[in-house]
């Protein structure tokens, strides 16, 4: 069965901390593998990564993946109050379906 | 921007009633997917379709049932609601990948 492990479960950090998030992942024909941020309503896409080693970058967030050991992170720098949200992991294996971690609620205090 | 909605943000039902969920797309997706989302759960897939008239169970298909006449909407019908079934409940498109979510719907079962 596959299997999505988010850590960690929650966190509470300063403005201007840097934080990272944790994904791994079991998973069946591994395609590829993305990070949403989840406010009070939709979850919004922010990263898809398919390739070992090549980070990608938005702003002050970026994230990498790692296929040999099955991970991927997800740093945020200088956190602002507005990061705060649940970060969702998702990993896509057989056909379009994706498999979702449980989440990590980051709460950014001011 | 591809927009996704549903058709209730938040829902009442009494224990027994049959409710019905809808959702639409407007991007021509053909890919659509239910979820439910409930604390330390993360998204679970209830039921996807690829295509028109087209369904597949999801992770957690048991006392749920989709229909999908047309390409634009995906329906999700609680036959009988049970308490249990008290829940977030978030519908997605996407064409390949990437998934684009409604705001979701709230569902309360008493």
């Known amino acids: 069965e596959d299997k999505v492990v988010q850590s960690p479960l929650s966190l509470v950090v300063h403005e201007g901390d840097t934080v990272t998030l944790n994904c791994s992942y079991e998973v069946t024909n591994f395609r590829s593998l993305l990070w949403y941020k989840q406010e009070k309503k939709a979850p919004t896409f922010l990263f898809m990564l398919?390739?070992?080693?090549i980070e990608k970058k938005s702003g002050r967030l970026s994230s990498i993946l790692d296929k040999k050991e099955l991970f991927s992170i997800l740093n945020i720098t200088a956190t602002q109050t507005g990061d705060s949200a649940v970060y969702l992991c998702?990993?896509?294996?057989?056909?379009?379906?994706?498999?979702f971690g449980a989440g990590t609620i980051l709460r950014v205090k001011s | 921007d591809v927009k996704v909605t549903q058709s209730s943000r938040y829902l009442v039902k009494r224990t027994g009633e049959k409710v019905f969920l809808e959702c639409v797309q407007d991007?021509?997706?053909?890919?659509m997917f239910w979820y439910r989302q409930d604390p330390g759960l993360g998204l679970r897939l209830i039921y996807f379709?690829?295509?028109?008239?087209?369904?597949e169970k999801g992770d957690i298909p048991e006392g749920y049932s989709v229909s999908r006449e047309k390409k634009e909407r995906f329906s999700l019908i609680l036959e009988s609601a049970s308490t249990n079934q008290t829940s977030m409940y978030l519908c997605?498109?996407?064409?390949?990948?990437?998934?684009?979510f409604g705001p979701g719907t709230r569902l309360t079962v008493t």
């Open positions: 997605a498109s996407s064409l390949s990948t990437e998934q684009y």
């Open positions: 998702a990993v896509q294996g057989y056909g379009n379906k994706l498999v």
């Open positions: 991007m021509d997706h053909e890919n």
């Open positions: 379709s690829y295509d028109v008239k087209m369904k």
């Open positions: 398919t390739s070992s080693g």
